[in-house]
């Protein structure tokens, strides 16, 4: 890497941010495409987002990320949302246009370039979403965008699933539907068995806690086909190893977790990353990741 005055500054602001992977994947970008840019993180202590994007706009910052817990508050912040930001109601890529700070969603794009690149297509198929919350929304949204033909709702806090549900339906042609949790959990009936590709959207399984999965016992594990779990942390898990033994294709969220990096990265230097560097990084963070 050699930095110097035309090295065009790239970051992440979050709080924490320490622990990300994040310019491990974008400084890798950079040093197989010949781009001179860097990425760095920058901690951003609660109540001081609105200074740090003024900042950020200040210093003539190229490219930013945008994470947790700030993907919502940083919309009133820019100067124009890309139409998939806004009707997720949540961002995590800011790109600098014509000195305009731009939003957009690519964990949405990211999670769509990771099915694609497992070879999963969504049109016209029933999903099961597990879980409510922001990431869920994004999910939901992506699925209406990609042309499901069913959207099957569950959570822990029922409400939660319904006003989902209820979001999506106003928005798009896509039927819908909220679930109650035990019934999914009891796996029975033929709209269970219709729900061929399932996202795991919660935080159940997360590291530390990865013998738990959200479904428990649940029947649904000798229909799903394909199951996505948005975690990374563990690459595989409790959800994943249940659906993969009996039969199902177990997709790890780091594959959403590096296609929203790329989705940035080509937003940010106007590139499209050439299947070779895309398929070597890709390896290498995997690579990494395992270790
Ligand atoms: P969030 O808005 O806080 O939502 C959390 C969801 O988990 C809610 O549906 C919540 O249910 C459910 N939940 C939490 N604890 C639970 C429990 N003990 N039992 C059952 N359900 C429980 O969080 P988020 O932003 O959507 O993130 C959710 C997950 O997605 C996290 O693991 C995050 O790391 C992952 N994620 C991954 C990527 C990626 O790039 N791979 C990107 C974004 C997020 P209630 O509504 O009932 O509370």
Redesign the pocket.
């Known amino acids: 890497m050699n930095i110097s005055g035309k090295t065009k500054l790239l970051g992440l602001i979050g709080n924490p941010v320490e622990h990300s992977f994040s310019p491990f994947i974008h400084n890798m970008f950079a040093q197989e495409l010949g781009i001179d840019s860097v990425y760095t993180t920058f901690k951003v202590e609660n109540g001081e987002l609105g200074n740090a994007i003024k900042g950020a706009k200040a210093l003539n910052i190229q490219g930013m990320n945008v994470t ?1 817990p700030y ?1 919502m508050d940083v919309l009133a912040y820019m100067d124009e949302v890309d139409s998939l930001a806004e009707h997720i109601g949540a961002m995590n890529t800011i790109v600098r246009r014509d000195n305009k700070f731009i939003g957009y969603n690519t ?1 949405a794009l ?2 769509k370039g990771s099915l694609e690149h497992e070879g999963v297509n969504l049109k016209g198929e029933s999903v099961l979403i597990i ?8 999910v939901a949204v992506m699925c209406a965008d990609a042309g499901a033909k069913l959207i099957a709702i569950t ?3 029922m409400e ?1 699933a319904e006003a989902l549900a209820s979001y999506i339906d106003e928005r798009y042609e896509v039927e819908t539907v909220a679930l109650d ?1 035990e019934l999914v959990r009891a796996g029975e009936g033929s709209l269970m068995e219709s729900l061929k590709i399932a996202f795991q ?4 399984g ?1 590291s530390p806690n990865i013998d ?1 999965d ?1 479904l428990e016992d649940s029947h649904y594990y000798d229909y799903v086909k394909v199951a996505v779990d ?3 942390n563990p690459t595989t898990t409790k959800f994943m190893e249940k659906a993969s033994a009996k039969g199902a294709k177990a997709i790890s ?2 594959g ?2 590096y296609f ?1 990096a790329v989705k940035a990265y080509e937003l940010w230097n106007d590139v499209v990353i050439p299947e070779t560097v895309l398929n070597k990084c890709y390896k290498a963070f995997f690579e990494k990741m395992a270790r």
């Open positions: 947790v993907k964990d990211g999670l879980g409510a919350g922001g990431a869920a929304r994004a959570n822990r806090t939660k949790l959207t919660t935080s159940v997360m738990a959200p948005l975690i990374y969220g780091l959403m977790l929203q």
